[in-house]
């Protein structure tokens, strides 16, 4: 059987609401020859670690990569040499985000310097730099080659990293799979300028674009930000439509299996002072489809999936045996399983919270321990109750029930079932003591 090519299209940021017929008209066709899963959610709500979840199919406390300014370690197989070995050309373009060592003074730096081969994951093709917001901005910039030559770029920063992915499809060797991730900053702020980038030419459109629900009643930056988020998700998805024309116009487009989604959301400085690292559902909740690959074509999935899951479901597509130590479902085994439920997916959080949290059907619930920052320790020993919401009855979060005491057996069985996915994830049982603090927001 002839084995299929795989791409990995993965935004940075992008809340899952952000995927309809006006903003995204190209990922709904993708959706429509695939599979569209309504409730996909980040395993880590950071760049880089949920980075180093992908290329390592362990959670990032696994790879002690729990916050931005930690590499992927050398001495764990990364996803792509599973691919060399079976025989696949790998390519990776864009955003890596997980070579630089950030301590003072020491480590590897190479934010806006070429990565160090060792520190490219075994990618055979590369264009890429390790912080993309460093080395470029919404229009214009830099990445670099494999052998650490730089490779400028002009024009809007989505549409030069597409036509990187572009041009490899030109140089591949056509006698064999490939498998290529395409990492895209777009609609992640710009840090210097400390604002979204969108494309210029169509802001303007979406100026009076809805706000969700889940931010209106909040305070943030999201009435100026939003227009320029939406128009920098409607040129990815512009892009998006250009590779796949190119995949039809090289006669490979049914041989190619198309995977989107994204690291994280955002909830636009509504739950802490920037965009992110948050479990809320406005930062952890993202899109995701995937077109091939034996996922049905029109298919809804409601079931619960996670980040953690695409490394061993991208295996599995590609005929690769899934190594033990890969944490994740399969999802073509879960997708032809239809009785089969999720009891929860699980988060951990890193940089402005040491904490974790489960995402059932219907409860959101989370812990965190009292240090102020959470870039000290990846875990803890003891864990207050900090956040429950009853999504059923409260689908925006506006309601923490963390104290309310009808809610107290639900509470355990949450803490339970927490406590069975920190387990998982190999942490040491901690304490989970109950809520001294309701937060505000």
């Given at each position: 059987?002839?084995?299929?090519n795989?791409?990995?299209y993965?935004?940075?940021q992008?809340r899952?609401?952000?995927v309809?017929?006006?903003?995204?008209?190209?990922?709904?066709?993708?959706?429509?020859?695939?599979?569209l899963?309504?409730n996909?959610?980040?395993c880590?709500?950071?760049?880089?670690?949920a980075?180093?979840?992908?290329?390592?199919?362990m959670?990032?406390?696994?790879?002690?990569?729990y916050?931005?300014?930690?590499?992927?370690p050398?001495?764990?197989t990364?996803?792509a040499?599973?691919?060399?070995n079976?025989g696949y050309q790998?390519a990776?373009?864009?955003?890596?985000?997980l070579a630089s060592?950030?301590?003072?003074?020491?480590g590897?730096h190479?934010?806006?310097t070429?990565i160090?081969?060792?520190?490219q994951?075994e990618y055979q093709?590369?264009?890429?730099?390790?912080?993309?917001?460093?080395?470029?901005h919404?229009?214009?910039g830099?990445?670099f080659?494999?052998d650490?030559?730089?490779i400028?770029?002009?024009?809007?920063?989505?549409?030069?990293i597409?036509d990187?992915?572009?041009?490899?499809?030109?140089?591949?060797?056509t006698?064999?799979p490939?498998?290529?991730?395409?990492?895209?900053?777009e609609?992640?702020?710009?840090?210097d300028h400390?604002t979204?980038?969108?494309?210029?030419?169509?802001?303007e459109?979406?100026?009076?674009y809805?706000?969700?629900?889940?931010?209106?009643?909040?305070?943030?930056?999201?009435?100026k930000?939003?227009?320029?988020y939406?128009s920098?998700?409607?040129r990815?998805?512009?892009?998006?439509?250009?590779?796949?024309d190119?995949?039809?116009?090289?006669?490979?487009?049914?041989?190619?299996i198309?995977?989107?989604?994204?690291?994280h959301?955002?909830h636009f400085?509504?739950?802490?002072?920037e965009?992110?690292?948050s479990?809320?559902?406005?930062?952890s909740?993202?899109?995701?489809?995937?077109?091939?690959?034996?996922?049905?074509?029109?298919?809804?999935?409601?079931?619960?999936?996670?980040?953690?899951?695409?490394?061993?479901t991208?295996?599995?597509m590609?005929?690769?045996?899934?190594?033990e130590n890969?944490?994740?479902v399969?999802?073509?085994?879960?997708?032809?399983a239809?009785d089969?439920?999720r009891?929860?997916?699980?988060?951990?959080?890193?940089?402005?919270q040491?904490g974790r949290a489960?995402?059932?059907?219907?409860f959101?619930?989370?812990?965190?321990d009292?240090?102020p920052?959470?870039?000290?320790?990846?875990?803890s020993?003891?864990y207050?109750?900090d956040?429950?919401?009853?999504?059923q009855?409260?689908?925006i979060e506006?309601?923490n029930?963390?104290?309310?005491?009808?809610?107290g057996?639900?509470?355990q069985?949450?803490?339970?079932?927490?406590?069975?996915?920190?387990?998982?994830?190999?942490?040491?049982?901690?304490?989970i003591?109950?809520a001294?603090?309701v937060?505000?927001k």
């Amino acid at each position: 059987m002839k084995r299929k090519n795989i791409i990995f299209y993965f935004s940075d940021q992008q809340r899952w609401d952000t995927v309809n017929e006006r903003v995204t008209p190209n990922l709904m066709k993708l959706a429509e020859e695939g599979t569209l899963f309504e409730n996909n959610f980040t395993c880590q709500p950071v760049c880089g670690p949920a980075r180093a979840c992908l290329q390592s199919g362990m959670y990032a406390t696994q790879v002690e990569c729990y916050w931005n300014g930690i590499a992927l370690p050398r001495d764990i197989t990364p996803l792509a040499r599973y691919f060399n070995n079976a025989g696949y050309q790998t390519a990776y373009i864009g955003k890596w985000h997980l070579a630089s060592d950030r301590y003072p003074g020491i480590g590897v730096h190479c934010e806006k310097t070429a990565i160090p081969k060792d520190r490219q994951g075994e990618y055979q093709y590369w264009r890429a730099a390790d912080c993309l917001e460093f080395t470029s901005h919404g229009y214009n910039g830099y990445v670099f080659d494999g052998d650490g030559n730089q490779i400028d770029f002009k024009g809007y920063r989505a549409d030069c990293i597409n036509d990187f992915a572009l041009e490899y499809l030109d140089r591949r060797d056509t006698e064999k799979p490939f498998f290529m991730f395409i990492s895209q900053l777009e609609p992640h702020h710009q840090n210097d300028h400390n604002t979204i980038e969108g494309y210029k030419e169509t802001v303007e459109q979406f100026k009076n674009y809805p706000i969700p629900d889940d931010l209106s009643f909040l305070k943030g930056n999201y009435k100026k930000e939003y227009p320029d988020y939406i128009s920098a998700i409607n040129r990815l998805d512009y892009n998006v439509g250009r590779l796949v024309d190119k995949l039809k116009e090289l006669g490979i487009y049914d041989d190619t299996i198309i995977i989107y989604t994204s690291d994280h959301g955002a909830h636009f400085k509504t739950r802490n002072p920037e965009y992110k690292r948050s479990c809320h559902e406005s930062a952890s909740r993202t899109p995701l489809i995937i077109k091939g690959g034996g996922f049905e074509a029109g298919r809804i999935e409601k079931r619960l999936s996670s980040l953690i899951d695409l490394p061993p479901t991208m295996l599995s597509m590609a005929g690769i045996d899934i190594p033990e130590n890969y944490i994740g479902v399969d999802l073509t085994k879960q997708i032809n399983a239809p009785d089969k439920k999720r009891d929860c997916v699980f988060m951990q959080i890193s940089e402005s919270q040491c904490g974790r949290a489960i995402r059932t059907d219907r409860f959101k619930y989370a812990v965190r321990d009292l240090s102020p920052v959470g870039y000290a320790h990846h875990s803890s020993k003891v864990y207050f109750e900090d956040y429950l919401y009853d999504l059923q009855n409260d689908p925006i979060e506006k309601h923490n029930l963390v104290k309310n005491p009808k809610y107290g057996k639900i509470r355990q069985e949450l803490k339970y079932l927490l406590l069975e996915q920190m387990k998982n994830a190999g942490e040491e049982p901690p304490v989970i003591l109950p809520a001294i603090f309701v937060r505000r927001k």
